[in-house]
């Protein structure tokens, strides 16, 4: 296994300012410096000050966005722009989340504004991929992770794609408890490092992270990491709670330290 694994918790609607705070004092004192995984904390736009605070002096948990405008500034009511995040201490942003593609109406072309913005001021994205249940049964995996990988990347650096991640979220696995089997997840993630190949070339793809994300816990993480294009996670539900969460950062540690 040659890539370091990145372990992202997604919070969505949850934790305010308080329970964010509350949830990283518990975290931070079950990380040790032997963890070989990248770690990242993705609260609402209103804790991540509060978070940025929390986290201070560590230097093992970095800050994530989970959505953000690809403009600078503006008339865009209700939006946050990538200078605010960098601002407040973000290093990430999650973009094209399948939340916000279904029920937001975010497609590709907007979610590609999103990743070049990103990569204009040096944050990193997590760009979300993945089928939903009717593309699965109906044959279409491939068809629609290749149109959002050259789509979502269409005109992006490639040396910047080096350091961005790939999270692949089969819609019918968030938040479900149907987690993919390791084998359907090593199969999507090949062929999304196959188009990333032809995309970007065999050096760059060979160093973009794709993160699995869809139902992970502490318990299902190590087969999924021993997957050879499985690089990491992006966690809902289970990264609510600093033990649970701290769980599949261990797995995907120990799992990665022993591959
Ligand atoms: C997610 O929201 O990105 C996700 C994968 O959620 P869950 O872990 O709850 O399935």
Redesign the pocket.
């Known amino acids: 296994m040659t890539r370091k694994p990145i372990i992202a918790a997604?919070w969505?609607m949850h934790k305010g300012p308080a329970d964010s705070t509350a949830f990283i004092s518990a975290f931070l004192p079950l990380l040790d410096a032997s963890l070989s995984c990248d770690i990242v904390l993705a609260p609402p736009f209103v804790s991540l000050a509060a978070s940025a605070s929390a986290l201070a002096g560590s230097d093992q948990v970095g800050l994530s966005s989970q959505n953000m405008h690809f403009e600078e500034k503006g008339a865009f009511t209700g939006e946050i722009s990538s200078g605010m995040l960098q601002e407040i201490g973000a290093r990430y942003a999650?973009l094209g989340?399948?939340?916000r593609r279904a029920i937001f109406g975010e497609d590709d072309a907007l979610i590609n504004a999103k990743a070049k913005r990103c990569h204009e001021v040096g944050l990193v994205p997590i760009i979300?991929i993945g089928e939903t249940l009717e593309e699965r049964d109906g044959g279409k995996i491939e068809e629609v992770l290749r149109r959002q990988l050259e789509k979502g990347l269409a005109g992006l650096d490639a040396g910047k794609m080096a350091e961005s991640v790939i999270?692949y979220?089969p819609v019918w696995?968030?938040?479900?408890?149907r987690?993919a089997t390791p084998e359907q997840a090593q199969e999507a993630h090949a062929f999304a490092r196959k188009v990333l190949t032809e995309l970007f070339g065999t050096e760059t793809a060979e160093k973009i992270r794709i993160q699995y994300?869809?139902?992970?816990?502490p318990g299902n993480t190590a087969e999924l990491i021993n997957q050879p294009d499985v690089d990491g996670?992006?966690?809902?539900?289970?990264?609510l709670e600093p033990e649970s969460f701290y769980g599949i950062v261990k797995a995907a540690s120990d799992a990665y330290q022993a591959g």
């Open positions: 997604n969505k999650i989340h399948s939340e979300c999270a979220e696995a968030i938040g479900t408890g987690t994300g869809g139902s992970v816990k996670a992006l966690v809902g539900g289970a990264s």
